[in-house]
């Protein structure tokens, strides 16, 4: 990659509690380009979002604490600037939509007030003009009756209109980065498919990288360019999205790759990986994974059958593996497949 | 929003009779009466003219017939004649304490408002703070020190040790003489210590729930929202959080009438304050069946109207509820 927008750079990230710190994120590293699509996918918990309010330095400090790490955007680190600086970059060169439209919206507000408020707050323009933008970018989200609606409050429309007023009030300003957090996890499906085309549609035309966040494989096959799997606060792996479902590498990607519906028929059940995810306030020392690991699994059983005289993935319970790179831009943080298919080291 | 009103207010006419009807029995069932105050310990007071009285005053009649009688008159807007020994109008001396009861009432309530939001949000969007910590022990400690025993120490100190501040009454005995501006400061003067202190106790509720409210806002997605778009904290917190927070607060200030009234019987009494509350007390003491019952109506239909008010005032403010 010749240019990077965003450079998340092993970022390590805990939670104060009554209990104790609990840590969220254990070295996530990623990076954006312009105009590129990544993907960030994870089942509940595992940090996706926590991730993307880091970037934006949304989550409240205490109880979140950033242990180390650097936030690079556009070659400055977003974790050292002043507050105030801060505020410049959210919602002007980074923008964030959620995954709730019906409570996203401040109720007491008009949904015209609030998408041009935006243009108020980073003194683009006067009240009066900033108004008529809003308007304006209601249209290009295609809301309908766009001049009506902008006079309405949330509570008078639908999920998708809610959401579409989300994505005007997150594109008002053009930003170079959109994250868009599970942007349409809670609609119903066919206003699901609308909402995608409609950020595709207008990710080509404002020519602005996006940061996908879901837990819907489906999602992220047909959107993003590359993908990253998070599991338990890391990213597991990441790769180019046709090359990561052609040719997953890490045992927990093949595990949600298999339990996809459709690509069988004639099971009953669909396969799942076996196990839980270990709390995140107890994580075991070693590879995360390996409690559910079949590789681990199946070597530890062969060690106990004295197959064979030493555990050959004894390493799995010691050491946290590290991304490896295996072919261009494909990593996997997986001690077995380095061993199998001999990736190097990042 | 006509309609709703009209429509309210026709509605509060039947429950304005039940509460009638409820209050007067419970009146009739309190032990003593009217004329027993006047009679039971002079030795001259024969049956005969405690049957007189009795009928003078319409005692003599089956309850029913008592109140059937009370709430013809009162259909007419005629509270009666009081019991006690001036005998004047009911609506007349009411008349001439309301306007003490609520000067006091309404400028506690200010007081408490002023106070209490901005402690409120402030403790709320610093939770945990020094702050935070000196105001929860502050108010907490208003709450629990019973209002009355308070206005006694208080009493005690800046009136009677002190000498700062006069202890009873609402004006002093050269009122008369003072120019207008004399009268204002003397009124003051006189309003200080019971306003203060009726705010006082107020403060701990109000301010407490103000921070609720705003810790529950400020955790919501819009909050989110507006952080992400941008906005200063100051904005965040003033124009997305404190007013969707203080939406609640006009339910309370309907609701706090009953409160208001129901205080206001202790505190005058205690300050001599010549307000609704103490002309309330006395009357009970007397058993002065017209004015119970007048100033019962009145509370009762104030009580209506601040909810009615309410529910106007949150539909103005909420636009969820002005069209839903």
Redesign the interface.
């Known amino acids: 990659m010749a240019e990077t927008l965003l450079d998340v750079r092993g970022l390590r990230l805990s939670f104060a509690t009554e209990k104790g710190s609990v840590r969220a994120l254990f070295g996530v590293s990623f990076s954006v380009a312009p105009g590129e699509t990544v993907g960030l996918v994870g089942e509940s918990g595992c940090g996706k979002t926590v991730t993307a309010l880091a970037v934006l330095r949304l989550l409240q400090s205490p109880p979140a604490i950033v242990e180390s790490g650097e936030i690079v955007f556009r070659g400055e680190d977003l974790l050292a600037l002043p507050e105030k600086r801060m505020c410049g970059v959210r919602g002007k060169s980074i923008s964030m939509i959620f995954q709730e439209p019906m409570s996203s919206l401040n109720p007491v507000l008009t949904v015209g007030e609030q998408v041009a408020e935006v243009f108020t707050a980073h003194n683009v323009c006067g009240k009066r003009e900033a108004a008529e933008r809003a308007v304006e970018w209601l249209r290009k989200v295609h809301m309908p009756d766009p001049s009506l609606r902008a006079r309405e409050y949330p509570h008078q429309m639908s999920g998708g209109m809610r959401q579409r007023a989300m994505i005007a009030m997150a594109l008002a300003l053009t930003p170079s980065l959109l994250i868009a957090d599970e942007p349409s996890t809670a609609l119903d499906v066919t206003i699901q498919a609308q909402i995608l085309s409609l950020l595709r549609e207008l990710r080509e035309r404002e020519r602005m990288a996006v940061l996908l966040i879901t837990h819907d494989l489906g999602v992220v096959h047909d959107f993003a360019d590359r993908t990253a799997i998070m599991y338990l606060g890391r990213i597991v792996e990441i790769a180019p999205t046709r090359e990561l479902f052609a040719d997953p590498i890490h045992p927990y990607t093949q595990g949600l790759l298999a339990s996809l519906p459709g690509k069988r028929t004639g099971e009953k059940r669909l396969p799942s990986i076996p196990g839980t995810v270990p709390d995140l306030s107890n994580v075991p020392p070693g590879c995360p994974f390996a409690d559910r690991c079949p590789f681990r699994r199946e070597a530890l059983s062969r060690f106990l059958a004295r197959e064979v005289p030493a555990d050959p993935l004894a390493v799995c319970d010691r050491e946290d593996p590290p991304l490896y790179e295996y072919s261009g831009g494909h990593f996997a943080a997986c001690h077995h497949q380095r061993t199998v298919r001999g990736g190097g080291a990042r | 929003m006509l309609r709703y009103i009209v429509r309210r207010l026709v509605g509060a006419v039947p429950i304005l009779v039940g509460i009638s009807l409820i209050s007067f029995l419970m009146m009739h069932m309190a032990p003593g009466g009217p004329i027993g105050a006047g009679t039971d310990l002079n030795p001259k007071a024969t049956a005969e003219s405690r049957a007189r009285l009795k009928a003078y005053y319409g005692l003599d009649q089956p309850l029913h017939i008592q109140y059937g009688r009370w709430l013809v008159r009162m259909s007419t807007l005629d509270f009666g004649d009081s019991f006690s020994p001036d005998g004047r109008p009911v609506a007349e001396k009411i008349k001439e304490r309301i306007p003490i009861t609520l000067t006091i009432n309404v400028l506690s309530m200010g007081l408490i408002f002023l106070v209490a939001i901005p402690v409120g949000v402030y403790s709320a969007v610093r939770k945990g703070s020094l702050f935070d910590r000196i105001s929860t022990v502050a108010v907490f400690t208003g709450f629990a020190i019973p209002t009355f025993w308070l206005a006694l120490l208080l009493m005690i100190l800046f009136g009677v040790k002190l000498g700062w501040l006069p202890i009873s009454g609402i004006s002093s005995l050269d009122y008369g003489s003072l120019g207008p501006l004399g009268k204002l400061a003397d009124r003051a003067h006189h309003l200080l210590l019971p306003v203060l202190l009726l705010g006082f106790g107020g403060l701990a509720g109000m301010s407490r729930y103000t921070r609720a409210n705003m810790l529950e806002v400020i955790r ?3 909050v ?10 100051g ?1 965040v917190v003033f ?2 959080a404190m ?2 927070a203080l ?1 609640p607060v006009i339910t309370i200030l309907g609701l706090s009438v009953p409160e208001l009234l129901g205080g206001s019987v202790i505190f005058e009494t205690i300050f001599a304050i010549p307000g609704l509350g103490q002309l309330f007390y006395q009357g009970v003491m007397s058993r002065d069946y017209p004015l119970i019952m007048g100033i019962l109506t009145i509370g009762a239909f104030l009580t209506l109207l601040g909810n009615l008010l309410a529910d106007v005032g949150y539909a103005l ?4 509820i002005r ?2």
């Open positions: 919501q997605d819009y989110a929202t507006a952080r992400a778009k941008g906005l200063p904290e904005t124009r997305h007013r969707n939406l403010a909420d636009p969820r069209q839903g």
